[in-house]
């Protein structure tokens, strides 16, 4: 073999080695894998793991997770991601104000697909916080009382169809069902406001409200979550109507 047949074939198998190696890591969580994880799960020899790692790293296609020795797939930028910072910068100070005269956390969530994107999350002064999520942070739409006020926006044929989605990853949240889900989008719809309470996070209780566009469609939502004892059904409808002053002042701004 001519050392230019040898140098076209190695370029292809160089790439189809990185491509396996990123395709690994996105399969898998943040938390990554490290390099005798790799070298197991692909079959490829640790130098060039190594050694296609830190192409991969250098094109931010891959990163180190904290400062251990393990390796995550980084995220892509997200196509809206300008204008879901102005919305951030927007609702920021709506919800800081929420967060002190509530004393607990405000999240603001929006859909993205299947799932809800926690965007922004305010802590209150009271001294037990519930922070069962985070910026950037995925989970099934419906799970959070967040993500609940957007799915009961929905109309009936999408909320099946991200239920039907979903169905596999429901047990894992407090061991959700598809009827579970369906009920408490009733309850959604006929209140006008979501509680969620022990799925996402257990001993925890989330009221949430969404904001919706001219035609209908849910844009965003804004939700509080405490501890259950904090949540009695009289504060649940108090915490409805201030989300529901925080969403005008946040439509006003866009």
């Not at 296609?61 to 393990?70: D, E, I, L, Q, S």
């Not at 169905?167 to 989008?185: A, P």
């Amino acid at each position: 073999m001519s050392a230019a047949t040898t140098e076209n074939s190695s370029g292809p198998r160089t790439l189809r080695r990185g491509l396996q190696i990123l395709q690994t890591l996105q399969a898998h969580d943040e938390s990554g894998l490290s390099v005798t994880e790799l070298s197991r799960l692909t079959g490829l020899q640790r130098p060039t793991i190594y050694r296609l790692l830190a192409a991969l790293t250098e094109c931010q296609f891959v990163h180190t997770v904290g400062k251990t020795r393990r390796y995550a797939a980084s995220k892509p930028t997200h196509p809206h991601a300008e204008n879901e910072h102005h919305l951030v910068e927007i609702a920021k100070p709506f919800m800081r104000e929420l967060a002190f005269k509530v004393g607990d956390a405000v999240f603001l969530v929006i859909r993205e697909n299947n799932d809800s994107l926690t965007l922004w999350r305010e802590i209150g002064p009271y001294p037990v916080q519930i922070l069962g999520t985070y910026v950037n942070k995925r989970q099934p739409l419906g799970v959070g009382s967040a993500g609940m006020a957007l799915l009961a926006k929905l109309d009936d044929h999408t909320v099946a169809q991200i239920i039907e989605a979903n169905s596999h990853k429901l047990d894992h949240y407090g061991g959700m069902t598809q009827r579970e889900l369906r009920q408490l989008i009733t309850n959604t719809r006929t209140r006008g406001y979501s509680v969620v309470g022990n799925y996402a996070v257990r001993g925890a209780l989330g009221v949430g409200c969404a904001l919706c566009s001219s035609q209908g469609h849910p844009l965003l939502a804004v939700s509080v979550t405490a501890i259950t004892e904090r949540m009695p059904a009289r504060r649940q409808k108090e915490i409805a109507r201030l989300l529901h002053q925080t969403l005008e002042h946040i439509a006003e701004k866009m």
